[in-house]
Each structure stands twice: as C-alpha cells, then as structure tokens.
C-alpha cells in the first residue's frame, strides 16, 4: 500500500463522490475488511457494498488483499488520498462542499487551541476562499507530480503542501491579513 495518492482525474473524484463510497474508504483506513463486515458497518445488503467495492476498485482506490473461502478482503491503496482536481462542472459541487467541510474543521481546530474568532462565519469562508485558491493555483504541479508516479510519503506531502503555499503567499498576503484580524493570538 502506498502512503500518499495523488488524485487529479475527475473520473475518480466522481467515484469518491459517493457517501457510501466514501464511508467505505474511511471504514478502509482504520483496517482492511470484507464485504460482509463493510455491510455490517454500514447497514446495508452486501450486494449494495460489492457494487461499490467494485467501482471503488476499477478507480485504484481499493484492491483485494486476500480470499478466505468465498470472503475477499479489501484494503485501501494508499493511506492518505489527496484529491486534487482542477475545477470541472462534473466534480465542482463536491468540490466546494469539500472544502466548506475542509474550512470548518480548520476554525475548529483554532478553536480548540484556544485562540479566539471575532467572526467565526467570515473566518470559514475565507478559509475556504483560501483553500480553493490554493487548490487551483497549485493544480498545475500537483499533476505533474502525479503523472510522473512519484511515490510521496506522509511527511513528503505535507512539506510539499506548505511550498506549494508559500509559493502564493504573496498573493495571499491580504487574505492573511484579514485571518490575523479576525483571530486574537
């Protein structure tokens, strides 16, 4: 199983799309499993999963690790997925609630931290103006990364992300600017 696994075709993002899909891979990532217990989980019938399984499959997102008897066990293919895609009607309605979900968690972390929001909604939609600005300008290297197959570990990806930011962060100084505002350090 890889670690990282850059996604940058819309086609795999419309498979991702899917909340059962989805509810699979995050079952996935605490541990392989089997149709029947991925059904259980969910409660749903095991025909429904197996289908889904299948779609997941074709996309390179889940592989079949082993057979016992009629049971196959299914994995992820990689640990962490970084969805990427440029913007494309087909996928951008997942896409911008991706994001709006993305932008919330963030205040909620500074939350937690104890730092104080002056306007909690005007700092969600400037995280996710932010975010969304950051996908897009850094679309253009992330497919290249993506297409040359470089095989990224955890942290690979995470010092990738913070360049890709500081390569724009010029360009978003006045935004940066509006976040210290709106935070009390």
């Known amino acids: ?34 149709i029947w217990e991925l059904s259980m989980e969910l409660g749903k019938d095991r025909t429904t999963i197996y289908r889904h399984i299948k779609m997941l499959e074709s996309a390179g997102l889940v592989e079949e690790l082993e057979a016992h008897g009629n049971e196959r066990v299914y994995a992820r293919t990689a640990r962490l997925f970084l969805i990427k895609v440029a913007a494309d009607e087909s996928v951008e309605e997942f896409r911008q609630a991706y994001l709006q979900v993305e932008a919330k968690k963030l205040v909620q972390i500074l939350e937690k931290a104890g730092l104080k929001i002056k306007d909690k909604n005007a700092l969600e939609k400037l995280a996710k103006e932010v975010l969304n600005e950051i996908e897009l300008k850094s679309q253009p290297i992330i497919k290249k990364i993506s297409q040359a197959d470089i095989e990224l570990t955890e942290i690979e990806l995470f010092h990738l992300l913070n360049m890709l930011v500081f390569l724009q962060s010029c360009e978003l100084c006045e935004k940066a600017k509006e976040a210290k505002r709106l935070l009390e350090f």
Request: hydrophobic content about 40%; cysteine-free; aromatic content about 2%.
């Open 1 to 34: 199983m890889r670690e990282v696994l850059i996604i940058t075709e819309p086609e795999k993002v419309k498979v991702l799309s899917d909340e059962t899909r989805f509810k699979i891979l995050q079952l996935l990532r605490q541990r392989p499993m089997t």
